[in-house]
């Protein structure tokens, strides 16, 4: 079945670093969604991607999506404390179920101030 | 945020108790899902939900059932609860968005359940 593989698991920076989180399927995605989870909170709707090799950027937070709409990723520029929290990228398969959200594991970032 | 209602947001129960876990939303979205939320397991659908009386099984459904009798609320319940059932619950809700084939996913606070 489709897999969504998600690295780092974890990410430690210093305040003013830059982080950027990675997402791989195993198939071919109609789409890719990224969620944010502060500490103790519920998941948080970031941006959709649809077509094949979309950029778009949400002030310091960049997402991009591969040719072959099998990866993805998440880069921030300059963090900072506000960004901390775990990342999550969700895939769909084309001609999958309304239920065929894949998520992966997440990228759990901790910023140093 | 949406208005998505989970309850209880805290509970702990024994093993073999029944257990149910309520969500409410205020949206009128046709959409409902429960996932579990396991440290180095990430986001897992348990059961989902396409409409009234409508629903169906996710990637963890062994040992969890679902009814929707109305629009509104999503019950998720646990005949006979295991330690393995220890966990947080999230309900989450979404609208279909036709044009990208796939929903977009708003989430409940999430219900933490502990099964001694």
């Known amino acids: 079945g489709q897999q969504v593989m998600q690295i780092p698991q974890y990410q430690h920076v210093q305040e003013g670093e830059d982080f950027t989180t990675y997402c791989n399927s195993s198939?071919?995605?109609?789409?890719i969604q990224w969620y944010k989870q502060r500490p103790g909170g519920h998941p948080v709707f970031l941006i959709q991607l649809v077509k094949s090799g979309e950029v778009k950027k949400q002030k310091r937070l960049t997402f991009q999506f591969g040719e072959a709409k099998k990866n993805s990723s998440l880069h921030i520029t300059a963090t900072q404390t506000t960004d901390v929290g775990t990342y999550f990228c969700a895939g769909s398969e084309y001609g999958g179920s309304q239920g065929n959200l894949i998520f992966g594991k997440g990228t759990k970032l901790s910023v140093k101030p | 945020d949406a208005g998505i209602t989970q309850s209880p947001r805290h509970k702990v129960t024994e093993t073999g108790t029944p257990v149910t876990l309520r969500c409410h939303q205020t949206e009128n979205h046709r959409y409902m899902y429960w996932y579990r939320q396991d440290p180095g397991h990430g986001l897992r659908l348990i059961h989902y939900s396409y409409g009234v009386k409508d629903t169906d099984k996710g990637e963890v459904s062994d040992g969890y059932s679902v009814s929707r009798s109305k629009t509104e609320d999503f019950l998720l319940t646990l005949e006979s609860a295991t330690s393995s059932q220890t966990s947080v619950y999230f309900c989450?809700?979404?609208?279909?968005?036709?044009?990208?084939?796939?929903?977009?996913?708003?989430f409940g606070a999430g219900s933490r359940l502990t099964v001694l």
């Open positions: 989450a809700i979404s609208e279909s968005y036709a044009f990208s084939g796939a929903n977009v996913l708003t």
């Open positions: 198939t071919t995605l109609s789409n």
